[in-house]
């Protein structure tokens, strides 16, 4: 199973990012996904989770009102749209996959995991 992330960037503060979180058909219709990220000498934190149905989702409260989770099944893509990006946003993204009746924020509950992508803000 594989998932892959991709869409960072570099941006100012203030700009928008949209990342794209691909999978298999088979991990889209059953999985919920979750964003997270690390920044460089952080630990990986929670940022986003939507339910397989899209029908839920969850966010940390530092991007509350200025991150977006999406999902569209039919095309096996979970998007994140970030808004108003700030220099702390700054970090590797990553996607993960997870099979449960409710969205978790612990890394230790996703089991499949993407490759990460990087986004930088300056300030």
């Known amino acids: 199973v594989q998932l892959q992330a991709s869409g960072g960037g570099s941006v100012q503060a203030g700009d928008s990012l949209r990342l794209s979180c691909t999978a298999s058909a088979y991990i889209f219709s059953r999985y919920n996904i979750a964003w997270f990220r690390q920044a460089p000498g952080k630990e990986q934190e929670f940022v986003a989770a939507?339910?397989?149905?899209?029908?839920?989702?969850i966010y940390a409260d530092p991007v509350k009102g200025r991150f977006t989770i999406s999902r569209d099944n039919a095309k096996n893509m979970v998007s994140l749209q970030m808004n108003s990006l700030k220099p702390e946003d700054a970090a590797v993204y990553y996607c993960?996959?997870?099979?449960?009746?409710?969205?978790?924020?612990?890394?230790?509950?996703?089991?499949?995991w993407g490759q990460g992508t990087q986004v930088t803000v300056s300030s």
């Open positions: 939507i339910t397989w149905t899209g029908g839920g989702s």
């Open positions: 993960a996959a997870e099979r449960s009746n409710s969205l978790s924020q612990r890394s230790s509950t996703y089991t499949y």
